[in-house]
């Protein structure tokens, strides 16, 4: 579990070893920026993640440390990850988790996309 949010980038983790070809995932688009695959344990019809190839703990550290360039590349490939996957017309939901206090459990900044359904309103 990632506590901050920040910190050093463990290589070890899942994400890394996905990125690095190590474990096999259900790959549903990729580019310069992203890898999208299809989560294992999904919370809708369609539940894709979004992994940034360059190595980021969390939201915190990829927003405060990643170029313009790349932040931009990333949000514009979850866009085309929700197109890909037919969402634009009935909506989708994009999360992501940063810290103790989030749940994060994989420490690699990701996105999660979700649809196919109508999504129950946001517990808080």
């Known amino acids: 579990m ?3 949010g920040k ?4 290589s070890q983790n899942i994400f890394a070893k996905i990125l690095r070809g190590e474990i096999p995932c259900a790959k549903v688009f990729e580019n310069d920026w992203v890898l999208a695959f299809n989560d294992i344990a999904p919370k809708a019809p369609v539940h894709v ?10 939201f915190m550290d990829f927003s405060s440390t990643a170029p313009a360039e790349e932040i931009a590349g990333v949000m ?3 866009g085309e990850v929700a197109r890909h ?6 909506g989708y939901r994009l ?3 940063a810290g103790r206090d989030s749940g ?3 420490p690699h900044f990701h996105l999660h996309l979700l649809g196919g359904k109508a999504l129950p309103a946001f517990p808080i």
């Open 76 to 78: 514009q490939a979850a």
């Open 7 to 10: 910190g050093p980038y463990d």
């Open 49 to 58: 993640l979004i992994i940034p190839r360059n190595a980021y703990v969390s």
């Open 85 to 90: 996957m037919g969402l634009e017309e009935n």
């Open 95 to 97: 999360i992501t988790n």
């Open 104 to 106: 994060q459990e994989v």
């Open 2 to 4: 990632v506590v901050n």
